[in-house]
């Protein structure tokens, strides 16, 4: 089970931590979404912290083997949405998400 | 780099149906694909992913014996066949690719599925 706080808030150009809390991630990598209102989520942080192509360097990850945090940067108000943290569960073998935390930037 | 789903539509509680994902861009035989879902106001879940030869085939438990994953790579599509559905099988299905480490690096805008009577 991965736990999220349900909501967050952040004024604009502040820093925003969003945190995923596992009993462990074993050998499992950290992963995060953002779902925009009405839209498909996007990869946003892949494997812990590594940043796909297009996303802005503003977006990190960070790993410490029972809670994973996604920090957002000079917060701007396109990046309130929906934030999924989501690993593979290598002893169920089943993709598990958390249940999302809703970035509210003021 | 595409994946557009389709074959959402309401349906009777117990009635069968079946989802597309068609893909452009990329060639689905060299990737694992998968399905999430997600309930309306509710989170992502996880529902079912396939290998990509199309041999091995994993489901979330509430699924499991219901739904049945299939490939066909020529198309570049993939199906998912759902059987029995109930009222919790109601919301958006997400068709996605799985990426490195167990990631999903492209999703599709999703096809709504409302099970009522």
């Known amino acids: 089970v991965l736990t999220q706080a349900p909501s967050v808030s952040v004024a604009p150009g502040g820093a925003a931590e969003i945190v995923c809390g596992g009993d462990?991630?074993?050998?499992?990598?950290v992963h995060w979404y953002q779902q925009k209102a009405g839209q498909a989520p996007v990869l946003v942080i892949t494997?812990?912290?590594g940043r796909p192509s297009g996303i802005p360097d503003r977006f990190s990850g960070s790993n410490s083997g029972t809670a994973a945090t996604l920090t957002i940067n000079r917060v701007e108000v396109g990046d309130e949405a929906d934030y999924y943290c989501?690993?593979?569960?290598?002893?169920?073998?089943?993709?598990?998400f958390g249940g999302g935390t809703k970035l509210t930037v003021l | 780099e595409q994946l557009v789903e389709s074959g959402g539509q309401m349906v009777q509680p117990g009635r069968p149906l079946r989802l597309s994902c068609q893909a452009s861009?990329?060639?689905?035989?060299?990737?694992?694909m998968c399905w999430a879902r997600q309930g309306p106001g509710k989170g992502l879940e996880w529902v079912s992913l396939?290998?990509?030869?199309?041999?091995?085939?994993k489901y979330e438990d509430s699924v499991k014996g219901r739904f049945n994953i299939v490939r066909d790579n020529t198309g570049n599509t993939i199906y998912l066949q759902m059987n029995r559905l109930t009222s919790d099988d109601t919301g958006r299905y997400f068709c996605?690719?799985?990426?490195?480490?167990?990631?999903?690096?492209?999703w599709g805008q999703g096809t709504l599925v409302t099970v009522s009577s």
């Open positions: 861009g990329f060639r689905i035989s060299l990737t694992t």
């Open positions: 396939i290998l990509p030869d199309g041999r091995d085939a």
């Open positions: 996605a690719r799985a990426g490195t480490g167990g990631s999903f690096d492209l």
């Open positions: 989501q690993i593979w569960d290598t002893r169920s073998d089943h993709g598990v």
């Open positions: 494997s812990d912290s």
């Open positions: 462990t991630f074993g050998d499992s990598r």
